[in-house]
């Protein structure tokens, strides 16, 4: 038979007291947390304690959630959506593509997608300069609009964490001769470049889909 909730945690702790940090109604009762809550809400929160370790943007699409992830799970729509992304050409390594970050100039990027269509999950695995250790991570969600906001289309969850090779670039030997900067020193333009570019991801496949267009264009699935 399983046990009660939490009931494991008390035998290990051997005290049925709640463990440090854990806040549940049976122990804490709205009457003490309200004024938690209360103090929580703010006019004005700080960039940095919005986006300083995790950098999330989400919108609502007009698209068949099924077809906006098919589109994003196909790498090559990076070409189109995103704002500095360039020339995906596929590399001798099966899934990993080849790009550049016009960001910077001469800066390579490697990509590999990771796509899970039963959750409408997309992951882009990205580093730049080098395709062997693939450490810039983008995570996005498609989700049926239908289901939580009671209309058609999709709702577009992106995260991004900042791995601390944002703050230390870990391949210095492999930095182009040219090149000054970092990927990491745009870490605080994350939040607001992400949003531009998932609206620009809203605004094409919008309109395709309401002009009957594919979502995802023919010319992806070229060699």
Not at 180 to 199: I, M, R, S, Y
């Amino acid at each position: 038979m399983s046990l009660a909730a939490l009931d494991d945690i008390a035998v290990h702790s051997g005290t049925t007291e709640p463990i440090e940090g854990l806040v549940r109604i049976e122990t804490t009762p709205l009457e003490q947390t309200a004024p938690m809550f209360m103090e929580k809400l703010r006019s004005v929160y700080p960039h940095e304690e919005v986006f300083g370790q995790y950098c999330t943007v989400n919108d609502y699409v007009d698209c068949p959630p099924d077809e906006l992830f098919a589109y994003l799970a196909n790498t090559r729509s990076l070409e189109e959506w995103t704002y500095t992304l360039r020339g995906f050409t596929p590399t001798d390594e099966p899934g990993l593509w080849l790009a550049y970050d016009r960001l910077l100039p001469d800066t390579e990027i490697y990509t590999r997608t990771v796509a899970t269509a039963e959750a409408r999950t997309v992951d882009y695995h990205c580093a730049w300069d080098q395709g062997k250790h693939l450490w810039m991570i983008y995570l996005m969600r498609v989700l049926d609009a239908q289901v939580i906001l009671d209309k058609p289309g999709s709702v577009v969850l992106w995260t991004n964490c900042r791995h601390p090779f944002y703050d230390n670039n870990p391949y210095p030997e492999a930095v182009p001769a040219q090149r000054t900067g970092w990927v990491g020193d745009f870490w605080d333009l994350f939040g607001p470049g992400h949003a531009l570019e998932l609206n620009n991801l809203k605004t094409i496949a919008e309109y395709r889909h309401r002009n009957g267009l594919p979502i995802t264009p023919a010319w992806m699935s070229a060699s």
